[in-house]
């Protein structure tokens, strides 16, 4: 078994505080930056950041379907992370500025694989399609905020 990681990132027309505060509000506005991937998504506790309980399914692939039960935590300022109590997954989204009203967003996704061939095969290519699916959350976060 070994670590698998995916990360990306995106810079945005807008103050990190106006990103941040989109990407902790589980309850109004994270529901609509989730692309086709997600279903199943429910607040379970709290909505706002830490404290926050969520329940999404996630369809990595046509057969690769996760059920995801996240605890949000804040251990730093404008950092979220998501810590998955089916799984090892473990989501981290930072915040920070990237110039003079604008901010950048790094999203790294990573828990642990497979071992042997199958584990191999998880390490190359489900980073790919996770990064794949959180650019086009980006991408509808970039809709809201700027």
């Not at 106006?18 to 506790?45: C, I, K, M, N």
């Not at 706002?48 to 999404?56: D, E, F, L, Q, R």
């Not at 042997?116 to 991408?139: D, M, Q, Y």
Request: with cysteine; aromatic share 8%; charged share 25%.
């Amino acid at each position: 078994m070994g670590k698998v990681q995916a990360t990306t990132e995106r810079v945005y027309q807008a103050s990190p505080k106006r990103v941040y505060e989109a990407l902790a509000d589980y309850a109004t506005v994270r529901p609509r930056l989730l692309p086709e991937q997600y279903s199943g998504f429910e607040v379970r506790e709290g909505g706002t950041g830490a404290g926050t309980v969520v329940h999404w399914r996630l369809q990595a692939t046509e057969k690769r379907v996760r059920d995801c039960l996240f605890t949000v935590t804040e251990p730093r300022p404008e950092t979220l992370v998501e810590t998955d109590a089916n799984s090892s997954m473990v989501i981290t989204w930072t915040v920070t500025a990237a110039g003079e009203g604008t901010a950048r967003v790094v999203v790294d996704a990573s828990w642990q694989g497979a071992g042997g061939v199958g584990g191999f095969f998880e390490r190359t290519f489900a980073p790919k399609g996770l990064n794949r699916i959180h650019g086009a959350l980006l991408a509808r976060l970039a809709e809201e905020v700027e």
